[in-house]
């Protein structure tokens, strides 16, 4: 019985989904620390998709700190700020290179930061609300 829904429209491979799902719950706390983790194979048999996929994303998912395993028992949740500090890291990353590339643009700073206010503010996050027919996602580059 997991949350995780497969998109097969979206053109990253399906192991990223399986990946950032699991993230999502592990961050917000859905799944808590030290809990077990749905066995490969009744995870792939659940999504129907083939074990090699899911094992693949349990891997990344041990390799960023967000789970673990014991041999013979399976894979747990770790405890959620390894996970928190790396996902930062890496999201600190991606807006550095998004920076980057607006101030190339001719955007100044002072639009930048104005640009992300806006985006805070208009957040669907924050909102709970689908801003998918504001803003086309599929061709991001």
Same mark, same amino acid.
């Given at each position: *019985?997991?949350?995780?829904?497969?998109?097969?429209?979206?053109?990253?491979?399906?192991?990223?989904?399986?990946?950032?799902?699991?993230?999502?719950?592990?961050?917000?706390?859905?799944?808590?620390?030290?809990?077990?983790?749905?066995?490969?194979?009744?995870?792939? *048999?659940?999504?129907?998709?083939?074990?090699?996929?899911?094992?693949?994303?349990?891997?990344?998912?041990?390799?960023?700190?967000?789970?673990?395993?014991?041999?013979?028992?399976?894979?747990?949740?770790?405890?959620?700020?390894?996970?928190?500090?790396? &996902?930062?890291?890496?999201?600190? &990353?991606?807006?550095?290179?998004?920076?980057?590339?607006?101030?190339?643009?001719?955007?100044?700073?002072?639009?930048?930061?104005? *640009?992300?206010?806006?985006?805070?503010?208009?957040?669907?996050?924050?909102?709970?609300?689908?801003?998918?027919?504001?803003?086309?996602?599929?061709?991001?580059?």
């Amino acid at each position: *019985m997991t949350m995780i829904l497969i998109d097969h429209k979206d053109r990253r491979p399906i192991y990223e989904q399986v990946i950032e799902r699991f993230q999502q719950m592990i961050l917000c706390g859905i799944l808590q620390p030290d809990s077990p983790m749905p066995s490969v194979r009744s995870l792939a *048999m659940e999504l129907s998709l083939n074990p090699n996929t899911v094992q693949r994303a349990y891997q990344e998912l041990e390799r960023t700190g967000y789970i673990y395993t014991i041999k013979g028992k399976g894979s747990f949740v770790s405890e959620t700020a390894t996970a928190a500090t790396n &996902k930062r890291r890496q999201l600190l &990353k991606e807006l550095q290179v998004f920076t980057d590339k607006t101030l190339l643009a001719g955007i100044s700073s002072q639009e930048l930061q104005e *640009m992300l206010a806006e985006c805070i503010q208009n957040s669907s996050v924050l909102s709970n609300k689908t801003g998918d027919d504001e803003y086309d996602y599929s061709d991001q580059s």
